[in-house]
């Protein structure tokens, strides 16, 4: 009888977090399809804003993936990052480089005219990520929305993870934000598209020690091809692909060239000496003998939990901005 009534309690315990599960997957207020009813066009005017500008300038859509993972590492997910003014976040070392900030006001000036003050530019730009994977040969995934724009954005509260971070402190980085080891190899997988610049890499290319040798994790073969790029004391704002011949397709490239001593930044190519972010690394890859892992699948459920993170719903703490790079006015 008593294993009975336990299987059966169970069973109602199994329904009520499937129920659950169901109605709050996503946690933090947002939801799929927040604005069929309140904005029906939103997904869809965010998508041919975001179209129009990638169809001239394909190298924006990197540029605003990266941005939406700077705005959520700061503030969480709401629009802090698009705030104009001394002192933003915008103007933060790692922000400076960022562009495609017109493409989210353009998007909101769309938006504006079609459903005033509902879309937030914290969904605006999530959405915009999204748009941009697919529109760089992603696979494309669900975007839960409902985030409202925050009211702060303070340079001095931008701490990102950085270029030469250790596999330890890029894990805590992310842990931080409630994001496991494979969260942050997925997230990682960004760098499939994109550059970065000679300046950030001199030191692994030619004095990684000090003592005047490159690190002895770049391939052999790939340190002629990278000296050529960025030359010893050359032009440090040269930009160069973060994945090695593959810098516009959203494909798995990157993590391949990392088991091959051909990841760029020294904070990804780490990711190949770690056994803990290895794994992932050789699992998105494809390789012969561990278990795969599809990176397109996992790239979205990742984006999503990133995107999740520290979203604002509350009055107090928020609201729904005219302008992105703009408070609204008191
Ligand atoms: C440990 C984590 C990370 C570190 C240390 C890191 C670091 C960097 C650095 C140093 C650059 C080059 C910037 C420049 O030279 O202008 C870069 C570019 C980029 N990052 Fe990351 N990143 C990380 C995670 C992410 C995540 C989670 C995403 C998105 C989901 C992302 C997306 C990108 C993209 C797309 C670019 C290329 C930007 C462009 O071409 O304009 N990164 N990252
Ligand atoms: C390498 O860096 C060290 C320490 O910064 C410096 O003393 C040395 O001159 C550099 N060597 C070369 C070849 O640039």
Redesign the pocket.
């Known amino acids: 009888m008593k294993g009975v009534s336990g299987s059966k309690s169970l069973f109602f315990v199994c329904l009520l977090l499937a129920l659950v599960g169901v109605t709050t997957v996503y946690g933090q207020g947002t939801r799929v399809g927040f604005y069929s009813k309140t904005c029906p066009k939103a997904e869809t005017i965010v998508k041919s804003a975001v179209e129009s500008h990638l169809k001239s300038d394909i190298t924006l859509a990197a540029s605003i993936l990266r941005m939406h993972f700077h705005d959520c590492f700061v503030q969480g997910c709401d629009g802090s990052i698009l705030i104009d003014g001394a002192g933003t976040e915008k103007t933060a070392r790692p922000n400076l480089a960022l562009r495609g900030y017109d493409v989210i006001e353009d998007a909101k000036t769309q938006l504006e005219a079609a459903c005033p003050s509902v879309v937030s530019c914290a969904d605006i730009l999530a959405l915009a990520a999204r748009d941009s994977v697919v529109f760089s040969g992603g696979s494309s995934w669900k975007v839960p929305t409902g985030r409202k724009d925050g009211l702060v954005s303070k340079v001095s509260e931008v701490i990102l993870p950085g270029p030469f971070d250790s596999v330890e402190v890029q894990k805590q980085r992310f842990l931080d934000k409630g994001l496991n080891t494979q969260d942050l190899v997925t997230l990682v997988g960004a760098h499939t598209i994109g550059t970065t610049t000679c300046g950030l890499i001199s030191n692994r290319v030619?004095?990684f020690t000090?003592?005047?040798t490159p690190d002895p994790s770049i391939d052999s073969t790939f340190l002629p091809t990278l000296r050529s790029i960025c030359p010893q004391n050359g032009d440090a704002s040269k930009r160069l692909a973060l994945d090695d011949s593959s810098q516009t397709k959203f494909d798995t490239s990157f993590f391949i060239n990392l088991g091959r001593g051909r990841g760029i930044l020294q904070s990804d190519q780490v990711l190949w000496a770690d056994a803990s972010t290895k794994s992932y690394v050789q699992r998105f890859s494809g390789m012969r003998g561990v278990p795969g892992l599809k990176f397109n699948q996992e790239f979205g459920k990742a984006m999503v939990k990133m995107s999740n993170i520290g979203v604002k719903t509350g009055a107090a703490d928020s609201e729904i901005r005219k302008k992105c790079s703009q408070f609204n006015p008191k």
Do not use: D, F, Q
């Open positions: 030619y004095n000090g003592n005047g």
